[in-house]
């Protein structure tokens, strides 16, 4: 049974930083993407980041040159550390691993505000 357990959220400020750690057990992660997703009340979904087998990252537009994604597959993990955080970074964080079917952790609350 494939499972994904989240943590390292928090409340902090703007400004501040987060590092999220997403560790997957049941498979072995070198194989897949992975990824983190976010959802913001009264929005849907939205990929943040994702990491391919390979280490390729993308990311959207508005976390580019704050949040960097990475992996450790020999530790089954994939992490997300946030830097420079503002008020609509807050969300629930979701860590995803991309296999047949997608499995998804259970979420983690983010929230910056002052």
């Known amino acids: 049974q494939v499972q994904l357990v989240e943590s390292g959220g928090g409340l902090v400020h703007p400004g501040g930083s987060l590092r999220l750690s ?15 997703y976010r ?3 009264g929005s849907q ?26 992996r450790d597959n020999a530790k089954n993990t994939v992490y997300l550390q946030m830097n420079s955080l ?6 629930v964080y979701y860590c995803m691993i991309d296999v047949i079917p997608r499995y998804w952790g259970p979420g983690i609350q983010v929230t910056v505000s002052s």
Do not use: H, N
């Open 22 to 36: 997403c560790v997957v057990s049941g498979i072995i992660v070198r194989s897949y993407v992975m990824g983190w």
């Open 45 to 70: 979904r939205e990929l943040v980041a994702d990491i391919t087998s390979g280490g390729k990252t993308d990311y959207v537009e508005s976390v580019k040159g704050r949040f960097t994604i990475s």
């Open 39 to 41: 959802q913001a009340p």
């Open 86 to 91: 503002k008020v609509e970074d807050t969300a």
